[in-house]
């Protein structure tokens, strides 16, 4: 028996045994371990291949920088891949799998790779695979991805749920250890909104698994003493199982909480994580010190691990790490071990400390070896003994487990994720965190404090002080006696020479000394350099363990001091976050919001397919019984429009309410055309234009009264006009009476189009709607027989007599409905936007096809719109820049295909006749193209060069993407009525 | 002829199947609110807000500078909309087809609310009484506290099926139910 539970001791309830297994074999925990515990307890060291070198690797740490024990946790469509055994917590009926191991974790085929390890340092790859060049997409790489690399994900869909969500407070504190807890129960006492995030399942850190009575009490009962007083403060909120991975601007913290991954089967109601953002006034980062581990020979071997590790197995979960301890320590934490061990009667064998002399003094009975290092560890799956080295002597000391304690390092990731790099102190040997002003600060050991009643201390001056700054009267709580506290100060000890072993610093990533020594040889001198040449602080690690360690080391080699290697650049997040929390419930057609037209209902019932616009789904064709593809219904509802009558569903273009003394004049300046004069009643195109002078948005807009309007915009740009409208109001002409608001929800809005239009419409419309008393361009309210008020613009997209009714959203569909019935026995039929696109097409009108963000009014054969007599308008100044009125500028033309039945499709290029298909002979490109039912042949809008003179000239369509040439002949961009008759009937 | 027309509201359908009995977590999306927008004219906003807050009949929602929602009940529409168009300097404009208000309540209703937006609703901050436009399930939305535990949504009509689905998937762990209520 190597390592082993202890018959009593440790925060674990031994009532409640725990079932689960581990690469198929069955194990039995307690509640409150965690997965690396129960596996120690179980005598399972061994419980990964590193990522390189596929060397036998155990756990290094008892909590989440473990960069050894990653296991796959769960099976199937649940899997997850990377979890530290050192954090996840043990639950009945858990699954677990090692990874990155062929056939078995004890027999890893890969392991050959650590014979080849002298050929395997940094840069092996990028010197080895470099010829032929072609080998290393298609050979090289996806061989070296499958030699090394951790676990898999599962390809199933994730079938759990996750959630994101708000929190506010006045006091973020992050880590739940004594520094923290206090911090929370002082702010809390003070009436401070305080939520205290910890990414343990047990809230307590260090007094959980430190031997020290607090206020005469075991810390560990202390700790709970703490946690029950703060839970019962309303206005403080606990938060176990969550880690803040990120600070972000403006004082948003993100955390990850953990809400159903310690249970086998999630409930269905519950997410399994929760993303929270965290919004605080201030905070305090009390996430503790990281033991260092120490540089050496074989220091990466199972059973070797850091001090506080095996402290923490022992006193926390009752759990011997091994029968016969060593410990290499440069501090007192090393004697604190020691102690711990020996008190609980595990053998301790001997104490070797790097320093000559110190004041830490050794158990009575365990020999104490100043001066001296190990250079090697013996064993494979798990060590046997180690290899010591004093003054050129060398010593085989046995041992079944290695507890290291190379100093430490305060966790300052988070403060430092701003840009704000650590501070190297001399005094403290450690990288301290940086002042990143008053609203966020550290306290205990993040702030490089030593002992529990200094973290006790610090952490509740620290939370009275930004109390006092809220406004809240804060009461210093009544610290209590600590007894049994060591001295963790420590002489650091960067790496220990003469290693007979590949000595590691980065043991996730299998970065060596060697590997850094490599890196400088070479040139890659910078700590960032040093970084991505050798790996080292990488991946989901990021240097928790090793960053420190790589600097001092780098700058031992460079005979500086580490102030001048720094650390390398700290990012959210601070451990691994999972894309479904990240996602939350944004999953499948969750993905974005859907937008429904009122007239969505009538559609469906009508056949319609729809398309996404947008957040939009528009009907885009019905299809009828027999018809095969969406052309024909497409050509069919075309014809049934020129022949008799359409109805087509508009409510999704924007619609703008304006009001106020100001808003002719309001209207005048935004759009390019005037619009002083629009008498009452009317309706009237205009153009949009941006400040450079290009077109911005088109649509209508109608006098509803002396100082009332309503605008359409295009559907895809309501926002955009909206927020330029509002932008122009507030901030260039704040003297002008005009205020407006988006009823693009309030009406649906339809297009009733085509020769029999009128005659339907006055079936459900009771006002009179001659062409005289309602012509072209009237726009009005009217009432529909039965009362319902409803407006009615006669307005056309198509070419032919149309009006656009718009009723209450709530009528819409009985509207519809109403219409249809009206229009049956004239031919009326539904039609969506690809008939919409034909006739509009046919017609020569255009979209944000043609309106891309890069034409003028007189590109797109509007110039003539641009009224150059108002004094101003936007977009006036610019339109006459040079290069806006260059005579070869691409114009808008129609085009049709020599042979009709020949395809144009949008996006295809234009070519002069005869020459070579090439960019530099482009001529321009399809803006939009279709089939004209009503011409036999399919029909495009394009932009040519010098478009309008080159009218009768026959021109190729090139069509790269598709391999086609098309010769075509350019016309007028109008295919239909060129003369409007149709509109003024 | 006349024509009578049935009017329809988006979230029949969304709201069919669902169980009649309220859980102590529920939502209540008005049948036909009378909801309207009022703007106040350049160098009028506090003179409309003066009158705005003695309004009877309706409840007034801030939405941003110079500009409201009042919301009241179907009964006072023509009312409601005629006493608006009287006070001086305020343009009115009806909005009642265009947005869905949605009032949610009970003892996990800011909780569930806190997943679907961002601003802070502890009592101290965001009092009864006290409204915003905020991003709501995403989308653009007017919240308004109008009790303790009960806050009232108002979402624009198309995204009102999306918003309301999302809101009862995060009341899932609080078996929120919902209904119609018709006043």
Known sequence: ?985 | MTLHFLHRHVLEDHLAGFETRPNPNHVNVARRPVILSVLAHSGHEAAVAERLAELAGGSVRFCGPGEWLVAGPALLGEELADRLGEIPGASVCDQSDGKVLMAIGGPSARKILAKCVAADLHGDVFAEGQSANMLCCHVASNLARTGADLFEIIVPRSFAGSVFEELMEMGREYALTASFSED
């Open chain 1, 1 to 985: 028996m190597t390592s082993y539970r202890l018959d009593a001791g440790g925060a674990i309830n031994r009532a409640q045994a725990l079932s689960f297994s581990f690469d198929g074999r069955n194990y039995k925990g307690l509640q409150g371990d965690t997965l690396a515990s129960a596996l120690l307890a179980n005598d399972q060291m061994l419980m990964g291949r590193s990522f390189k070198y596929h060397r036998p690797r155990g756990p290094v740490t008892a909590g989440s920088s473990e960069p050894n024990a990653l296991l796959t946790i769960g099976s199937g469509a649940r899997s997850e891949p990377n979890a530290r055994a050192t954090t996840v917590e043990l639950y009945q009926g858990l699954v677990a799998a090692s990874q990155n191991r062929w056939p078995s974790l004890k027999h890893d085929i890969g392991a050959v790779n650590s014979l080849l390890s002298p050929f395997l340092g940094a840069g092996f790859y990028y010197k080895t695979f470099m010829w032929p060049a072609a080998f290393w997409e298609k050979l090289y790489e996806p061989l070296i991805r499958k030699a090394a690399g951790l676990g898999k994900l599962a390809l199933e869909a994730d079938p759990d749920r996750y959630e994101k969500a708000w929190a506010h407070c006045d006091l973020l504190v992050i880590g739940a250890g004594p520094a923290g807890l206090m911090a929370a129960l002082v702010a809390g006492r003070a009436g401070l909104r305080v939520i205290l995030a910890d990414e343990g399942f047990r809230p307590g850190g260090s007094l959980l698994s430190e031997s020290v009575s607090v206020a005469g009490l075991a810390a560990v009962d202390y700790a709970g003493g703490l946690v029950s007083e703060l839970s019962s403060l309303p206005n403080v909120t606990l938060m176990p199982r969550t880690t803040v991975f990120g600070w972000y601007d403006d004082m948003v913290f993100g955390a990850v909480e953990r809400v159903q991954k310690h249970v086998a089967s999630p409930s269905p109601e519950l997410p399994v994580e929760r993303l929270w953002r965290i919004v605080a006034k201030r905070a305090i980062l009390a996430s503790g010190a990281e033991e260092r581990p120490l540089v050496f020979g074989g220091n990466d071997k199972p059973g070797v691990m850091t001090a506080t590790a095996a402290r923490t197995y022992l006193n926390r979960y009752g759990v011997a790490v091994g029968g016969k301890v060593a410990v290499f320590t440069n501090g007192g934490s090393g004697y604190r071990t020691a102690a711990d061990l020996a008190a609980k009667g595990v053998e301790v064998t001997a104490v070797i400390d790097a320093r000559a002399q110190s004041a830490d003094v050794a158990p009575a009975g365990i020999r104490v070896i100043r001066n001296a290092g190990v250079v090697a560890t013996n064993g494979r799956h798990r060590i046997d003994g180690l290899l010591l080295e004093r003054a050129g002597f060398e010593e085989v000391i046995g041992c079944d487990a290695l507890a290291m304690s190379g100093g430490w390092s305060p966790i300052v990731h988070l403060m430092c994720q701003r840009g704000t790099k650590p501070v190297w102190s001399e005094e403290s040997q450690a990288f301290l965190a940086p002042n990143v002003g008053n609203s966020f600060v550290a306290a205990g050991s993040a702030a490089g404090v030593e002992t529990i009643s200094e973290c006790l201390r610090d952490g509740a001056a620290k939370a009275a002080s930004l109390a006092s700054e809220l406004g809240f009267a804060a009461h210093g709580a009544n610290l209590p006696d600590v007894e049994g506290e060591y001295d963790a100060s420590f002489a650091p000890v960067w790496y220990v020479p003469g290693a007979k072993d590949k000595a590691f610093v980065d043991f996730q990533n299998d970065v060596a000394v060697s590997d850094l020594g490599a890196a400088q040889r070479e040139g890659f001198r910078h700590i960032e350099h040093t970084k991505r040449y050798t790996t080292v602080g990488m991946a989901t690690d990021q240097g928790k363990l090793g960053n420190v360690n790589t600097a001092g080391i780098v700058a031992a080699m460079r005979g500086v001091s580490p102030a001048e290697i720094g650390t390398t650049t700290f990012r959210p997040f601070y451990t691994p976050v999972s894309f479904g929390a990240l996602a939350g419930a944004a999953q499948g057609e969750h993905g974005a919001p859907v937008r429904t037209s009122p007239l969505h209902g009538w559609a469906k019932k009508n056949g319609a397919s729809f398309v996404e616009a947008g957040l939009w789904y528009r009907s885009a064709w019905f299809a009828r019984d027999g018809e095969k593809n969406w052309r024909e219904s497409v050509d069919r509802e075309v014809l049934s429009v020129r022949a008799n009558a359409g109805l087509c569903d508009v409510s999704t273009l924007g619609k703008i309410e304006i009001f106020g003394a100001g808003a002719a004049e309001f209207l005048d300046r935004i759009y390019c055309n005037g619009f002083l004069k629009l008498p009452v009643g009317k309706a009237r195109y205009g153009l949009m234009l941006r400040e450079d002078g290009i077109v911005f948005d088109d649509g209508t807009t109608s006098r509803l009264g002396e100082h009332h309007y309503v605008m359409t915009t295009t559907t895809a740009y309501a926002t955009d006009v909206m927020t330029h409208m509002e932008f122009c109001a507030q901030t260039f002409w704040p003297e002008l009476d005009v205020r407006f608001v988006s009823v693009s929800d309030q009406w649906a809005q339809m297009s009733l189009a085509g020769p029999k239009a009128r005659i339907i419409m006055s079936r459900v419309v009771q006002d009179d709607l001659s062409d005289a008393a309602f012509p072209f361009l009237a726009a009005r309210a009217v009432t529909l027989r039965g009362g319902l008020k409803a407006r009615l613009f006669r307005i056309s997209f198509s070419g032919e007599l149309a009006y656009e009714l718009a009723v209450p959203a709530g009528y819409g569909e009985a509207v519809a409905d109403a219409i249809m019935e009206a229009g049956r026995d004239e031919g009326i039929c539904a039609y969506g936007v690809e008939a919409l696109n034909v006739l509009r097409i046919e017609k020569g009108f255009i979209t944000h096809n043609e309106l891309d963000g890069r034409t003028t009014a007189d590109d797109v054969g509007l110039g003539r719109m641009m009224a150059m007599q108002k004094p101003d308008f936007i977009g006036k100044r610019l339109s006459t820049r040079f290069g806006l009125t260059a005579a070869d500028r691409l114009q808008l033309v129609g085009l049709k295909p020599v042979e009709p039945e020949k395809q144009i499709n949008a996006g295809a290029h234009l070519l002069k006749e005869a020459a070579k298909p090439s960019l530099a002979n482009d001529q321009g490109f399809v803006s939009s193209a279709c089939y004209s039912p009503a011409l036999g042949s399919f029909i495009a809008l394009a932009m040519l060069k010098s478009g309008r003179e080159r009218v009768g000239e026959r021109i190729v369509v090139w069509d790269a993407l598709r391999g086609m040439e098309v010769p075509a002949d350019v016309c007028a961009p109008v295919f239909v009525d060129a003369e409007n008759a149709k509109l003024h009937v």
